[in-house]
C-alpha cells in the first residue's frame, strides 16, 4: 500500500511553468504504475500523464503531449511533473494516483484503475 501526497502547485502566468511532486510513502514503490490527473471546478476527473513501474514508458493525453514532462525517481518514492507552456485551460486540481497492476494504453488513463490517490495540489494559470 501507498499513500501518494501532492506538492508544487501555484499560481502561475499564462505560458509559465510549474513543477509537481508526488511523494508515495509506502513499500514497494517500484511495483506502482503513477498517474496524474486532474479536475477542474463542475468536470469530471480527466487523466494526465502515466508513468510505468521503471520509468521507461510514459503516456500523455493528447492535450498536454509536448508541454508536459513526467519522470519518475524509484530511489525518493517520487514523481515528477513537469508543465511547461501553461494555459488557462491547464487550470484545475491535480491528483497523484498510484496503481497495483503494469498498465497498457488505453488502461492508464482510466481512473478505476488507480487504488491510492492523493489529495491534489491546485494549479490556477492566469491570462
Do not use: H
Not at 513537469?82 to 494555459?87: F, I, P, Q, V
Not at 498510484?98 to 492523493?118: H, I, K, Q
Request: include cysteine; proline fraction near 5%.
Amino acid at each position: 500500500q501507498v499513500q501518494p501526497v501532492e506538492s508544487g502547485g501555484g499560481l502561475v502566468q499564462n505560458g509559465g511553468s510549474l513543477k509537481l511532486s508526488c511523494v508515495a510513502s509506502g513499500r514497494s514503490f517500484t511495483r506502482y504504475t503513477m498517474g496524474w490527473f486532474r479536475q477542474a471546478p463542475g468536470k469530471a476527473r480527466t487523466f494526465v500523464a502515466a508513468i510505468n513501474r521503471n520509468g521507461t514508458n510514459t503516456y500523455y493525453t493528447d492535450s498536454v503531449r509536448g508541454r508536459f514532462i513526467l519522470s519518475r525517481d524509484n530511489g525518493k518514492n517520487t514523481v515528477y511533473l513537469e508543465m511547461n507552456n501553461l494555459k488557462p485551460e491547464d487550470s484545475a486540481l491535480y491528483y497523484c494516483a498510484a496503481s497495483a497492476s503494469a498498465l497498457p494504453l488505453p488502461e492508464v488513463r482510466f481512473t478505476g484503475m488507480y487504488n491510492y490517490w492523493g489529495q491534489g495540489t491546485q494549479v490556477t494559470v492566469s491570462p
